[in-house]
């Protein structure tokens, strides 16, 4: 039953995605327009932009269009900061969920350009979204999370990274990778009024999402070999079992205090996460 109703989430938010690209097609070059399309359409989860509707309709409130526009504007950020991360100059990736990476396919000149393009479309359309004190803040609060106290930082720290400590590569996955599930969860929250108790709630669940998220590809990279410099990770199973099973506990009771036990948010937590 969750699993059709996330499939609907889905169809949603590529609709949704579709729309915003196609009112560029025959208006950019073909070349970008491909890049573009092809990097938004590879395959994802679509996790961020789910969140962010499962967070809305945990609220009770509908689908706006202003919704679907911010959902949409995360997944297009989501799908540009992958494509600059498996650039040869940081990740290196040549295969992205069993298909070329986009500079693979396109070249690096044309995938720097593409990632460029699809930052700047999300913001694009986000400010289509600002009509009044709270979609300026919820607009705001995403470009904040995406920038460079944000997802950027972790990146620079990712690639910089020379030391050791736990509590300093967990900062480093709070910023690279629980920064953008915060603009998915909280973003929604402040454009529809919420009270501050709910948005900082959300925020807090945000960081342990992503930093469980984090783990758990830490944990499945531990019996592989891994080809990838200076990359930050945790290698201790134990370790990262107790922080995930932590966090997951931190979760649950912050649910349990905003009233979000057993809704469409919850489920969708436990489904992924």
């Known amino acids: 039953m969750m699993n059709n109703y996330i499939d609907n989430l889905i169809e949603k938010i590529d609709y949704e995605l579709k729309n915003v ?31 962010m509707l499962v967070t809305v309709e945990s609220m009770r409130k509908p689908f706006t269009k202003e919704v679907m526009t911010l959902a949409a504007s995360i997944e297009m950020i989501h799908s540009y900061s ?11 990736d040549l295969f992205r969920r069993g298909k070329p990476t986009v500079h693979v396919k396109f070249g690096q000149g044309m995938a720097i350009l593409i990632g460029d393009a699809l930052l700047n479309t999300a913001f694009e359309i986000m400010s289509v979204v600002i009509k009044d004190d709270n979609s300026l803040k919820a607009c705001s609060y995403i470009i904040n999370k995406a920038g460079v106290k944000g997802m950027i930082a972790g990146q620079t720290k990712d690639i910089t990274y020379n030391n050791e400590h736990l509590e300093e ?20 929250a402040i454009l529809l009024g919420l009270d501050e108790k709910i948005i900082v709630s959300l925020e807090e669940i945000a960081k342990y999402l992503g930093l469980i998220f984090q783990l758990k590809d830490d944990l499945s990279d531990i019996n592989r070999s891994n080809e990838k410099l200076n990359t930050v990770k945790i290698s201790n199973k134990r370790i990262i079992e107790g922080l995930i099973a932590d966090f997951r506990q931190k979760v649950e009771l912050i649910l349990e205090c905003i009233g979000f036990k057993n809704t469409k948010l919850h489920k969708v937590i436990r489904m992924y996460f």
Do not use: W
């Open 169 to 188: 590569v967990l900062t480093i996955y709070e910023n690279k990778t629980s920064a953008l599930f915060q603009a998915s969860m909280v973003a929604p």
């Open 21 to 51: 690209l196609n009112c560029y097609r025959g208006f950019i070059p073909d070349a970008l327009y491909d890049g573009m399309f092809y990097a938004c359409f590879g395959g994802g989860k679509r996790i961020r932009p789910v969140l």
């Open 82 to 92: 992958l494509v600059h991360d498996d650039l040869p100059g940081m990740d290196n």
